[in-house]
Nanobody, 123 residues
Framework: VQLQASGGGLVQAGGSLRLSCAAS????????IGWFRQAPGKEREGVSS????????YYSESVEGRFTISRDSAENTVYLQMNNLKPEDTAIYYC?????????????????WGQGTLVTVSS
């Protein structure tokens, strides 16, 4: 599985961005997909995840109510809509795949990583 994340950039606090994670492979639709982020000097953390069918989602407490994850199986793409961004959301965001389970929450559960996309939120 190969993952390509995009959509990062510089935005002012209160603004929005939409991240995309495009995947290769015919079995993409059978995988749980997650978004993780890593800020400078901090450990990588789980942000959001969506099950293979899209029927189950997970959000960390820090983004609940502001971020929305979705997937388009026809396009082999998962999106992360980020609204009301805060400076503390600044990080490199990574998408990742977990096989065989519905949700991926922590980095140790990840089977495949994509490259990151940088999100910078200015105050």
């Amino acid at each position: 599985v190969q993952l390509q994340a995009s959509g990062g950039g510089l935005v002012q606090a209160g603004g929005s961005l939409r991240l995309s994670c495009a995947a290769s492979g015919r079995t993409f639709s059978s995988y749980a997909i997650g978004w993780f982020r890593q800020a400078p000097g901090k450990e990588r953390e789980g942000v959001s995840s969506i099950s293979s069918t899209g029927g189950a989602t997970y959000y960390s407490e820090s983004v609940e109510g502001r971020f929305t994850i979705s997937r388009d199986s026809a396009e082999n793409t998962v999106y992360l809509q980020m609204n009301n961004l805060k400076p503390e959301d600044t990080a490199i965001y990574y998408c990742a795949v977990r096989t065989g389970r519905p949700i991926v929450v922590v980095p140790t559960q990840v089977d495949y990583w994509g490259q990151g996309t940088l999100v910078t939120v200015s105050s």
